[in-house]
Every structure is written in structure tokens, then in C-alpha cells.
């Protein structure tokens, strides 16, 4: 079951919930912050980036996004069958608002700083500046 404690009534809630399983079972509660996942005006945004870079270096989209996703995303290392460590990186499907947001920052600083190329602002995009 998932609760989602917004204020005293539900915390309230999830307390009495507890107080009625004790003794009758074992139970494990995980507290976690509740994120916004990212938006879709964000991850059109995001794709709109990476195919102007790919046009801009001759690349394609994909290549991009895998190189950005490597080089500036959320990365975890996992043990293989093998036993040897390998660098797993992380879905932008999964960021909050705030990652992607930082994520397409340290993608358009780097697009300015190393590659010449001066990504415009979503809201310059959807006012149809060049």
C-alpha cells in the first residue's frame, strides 16, 4: 500500500494504520519525498536540443543523447555476471524536474563552451526566435 502524507490528516492516518498492525504482523514502512516527475515540455525540449546539435555536428539525435546521458547523467555501477563492475546510466524518464532541468544546464553550458553553438531558451523556441 502507498500513502501519500500531505498534512496531519494523513499523517494521522498512517499512524493509526501502524498502531492497528502491531502485534499482528510484521510490517516495514519507507518514508520518501514525493518528486514531480519530469514534464513533457521539458523532454520536447530536451530532444529539440539534441537535434540541433546532431545537425549542427553531423551526428544523429541518438548519438547525442547517449553521449550527454554518459557524460552529465545519473549514473549507478552495477556487478555483472561476471563479477566485474559495469557503468549503468540512468533513464532521463526518471528525472524529477529539477534533474532535467539541471541535466539540459549542463548540456546547453557545454554546447556554448565546446562546441560553439548557442542553444535558445524554451521560451525563445516557442516564440519562434532563430
Known sequence: MKLIINNQSDWNKLQAMANKAIGIKPFQVELKTDYKKRSNDQNAYLHKIFEIVAKANGSSATFW??????????????????????????????????????????????????????????????????
Open 65 to 130: 543523447k547517449n553521449a550527454f546521458k554518459y557524460e552529465f547523467g545519473k549514473k549507478t555501477v552495477q556487478i555483472g555476471l561476471d563479477k566485474q563492475p559495469f557503468i549503468v546510466v540512468e533513464s532521463t524518464s526518471e528525472y524529477t524536474t529539477a534533474e532535467l532541468a539541471d541535466f539540459i544546464t549542463l548540456i546547453t553550458v557545454y554546447c556554448a563552451s565546446q562546441l560553439d553553438l548557442q542553444i535558445l531558451t524554451p521560451e525563445e523556441f516557442n516564440n519562434g526566435e532563430k
